[in-house]
């Protein structure tokens, strides 16, 4: 079955299956309390991440590292291509005054010149500081006066003037450039007469442990902190994913590997996901938004072999599967798919993992027909080539990553946060275990503490907040970062998270709650949109939901409604009310009765990043969701008359 039995094929490499070795520490009771993970890429002892374009130019030219998006089509850019344009806009940097250590930041959607900037500006021997596009001015006022950015690249003439109005009242604001306005362009020109010998001179005076970004959390309360990663963070990180990964990968596929990324450029995961690929000449473009109606026709244009993305995505495509199912009357066969999709997901994995038969005949063959139907479709709404994904940001519900499993893509989750540069752990390839995030890293421990806090440690692990030592030294500790996640580790190290220990609720009956179950859940099933579980000093726990557009546009079509259908009426009707609670039922499976949500509203509008409800990393901001529907969560609560 395609990519089930080359796993199977590829397991059987020794070479290939038991090269991550791993140590477990247990307590006094027998239970793991800490597991780590020898190393596959040793530590680098020179150079940095400037080199990876001019080592690739050197030892393969005519290599195609990126794809870059020109009038439709996918455009190759060979490894000597992009180090010509790296060493170029590197040049105008350096005549624009850039000092070696100096800060540029770069507020933009993800693009092609995103790629360049970043390479452009290490190779000039500065820092770079990721805003996100969406940031609002007294957001960047911040990052740029926090970060002491001298220089600022931004995608629009809009974010520019975010840029000028937030740093207005700065002693010596910062110079701007925006990339629509030919950003490149003027700074190749500024810098036409600086000898590209003062490149190199730069870039081979960095070293491992020079700063190579200020990367600032989105954070879901309070101000964003800077945190300093180094050149040697982000090898190591992205020559151990290579390293544990893209062999199997390839003798999984027998394809060239190729990846569309569209996570944020300002987020750690999509930083780090773009060095591996150029460090391991993978096939890179780019797509600015992850909204599904704009991201589908580029990846059916682009026809990626994996992605890297966050659940919404992988819930957006199953969702979209559902809905086209239902406009041609087969919602019912679609819904049948899926349950017959998780049985043999889960039972293919079973007899691969050596701890089941496998599929019977009976299962097979509903398989069979259901990958004629459905799954087939699935595959071609990711371009038809894709054959693996890796998923973070927040745990992927275990039954939609099984249904994917017999869709023939497998789903690795994985499991980290700026400050551990990315991935701390992940699922390993010829391991899957669905409702973990896998184990270490090579060259990562994971600790679980005496509060179930996760701890981690590894040259992954940054070494500061920028200008905070006092938040530094409060997550610091010989070498182990306190994550503020708490999680559990089973008898084979694999990691599982249960929640956010500043999230926690716990009732007035003294119950322990953790949201994220519940609200992951939640999301996982349409018609749900965004969620947020409360129930802190209250009786019992309830939740405000959010409807999904697109979902809602579907439905009010399927019944032949008014598209313009009032909310309140919507959330009134008893039809709606039933699907809903049908998410609630699924997500109340996961926890026992004093933990279920007992009560909901379904509220009008949504969570986005333009409102202030999401991070640009799509987590919800619980306080300030929680202010601005104080209200409805008020009602919950009243006595029943």
Known sequence: MGVHKDLKRAKQRTDLAARTKLETVRDEYGV?????????????????????????????PDAVVLRREQRGTWQPVPAAVFAREVTAVAKGLIAAGLEPGGRVAVMSRTRYEWTVLDFAIWAAGGQTVPIYATSSADQVDWIVRDSGARYVVTETAENSASVTTGTAGHPEPPRVWHLDGGALSDLTALGQDVPDEEVTKRRTALTPDTIATVCYTSGTTGRPKGCVL??????????????????????????????????PLAHILGRTLQIACLMARIEIGHCPSIKPDELRPALKAFRPTFLVGVPYLFEKIHDTGRATAEKIGRGTSFDRARRIGVRFGEAYLNRFLGRGKGPGPGLYAAW??????????VRMELGGRMRYAISGGSPLDRDLNLFFYAAGIIVYEGYGLTETTAAATIVPPLAPRPGTVGLPVPGTAVRIADDGEVL????????????????????????????????????????????????IIVTSGGKNVSPAVLEDRLRSRPPIGQCLVVGDNRPFVAALITLDPEAVAHWLAVRKLPADTPMSQIARDPRMRADVQKAVDYANQAVSRAESIRAITIVDGEFTEENGLLTPSLKVKRREAMAVYAEQIEELYAPRR
């Open 32 to 60: 793991v309390r800490e597991v780590r993970a020898a190393p596959l890429a040793p530590r680098a002892a020179t150079g940095s991440t400037a080199d990876i374009p001019f080592t690739n130019a050197m030892e393969a």
């Open 230 to 263: 180094t050149h040697a963070n982000l090898h190591a990180e992205a020559a151990n994913a290579v390293e544990l990964l893209h062999p199997l990968f390839e003798e999984v596929t027998g394809q060239t590997a190729s990846t569309l990324l569209f996570l």
């Open 368 to 377: 069979a027909l259901y990958d004629l139907l459905v799954y087939r479709r």
């Open 456 to 503: 981690i440690k590894g040259g992954i692990v940054f070494g500061s907040y920028w200008n905070d030592p006092a938040a530094t030294d409060a997550v610091l500790t010989d070498g182990w970062f306190a994550t503020g996640d708490l999680g559990s580790l089973d008898e084979d190290g694999y990691l599982t998270i249960t929640g956010r220990k500043k999230d």
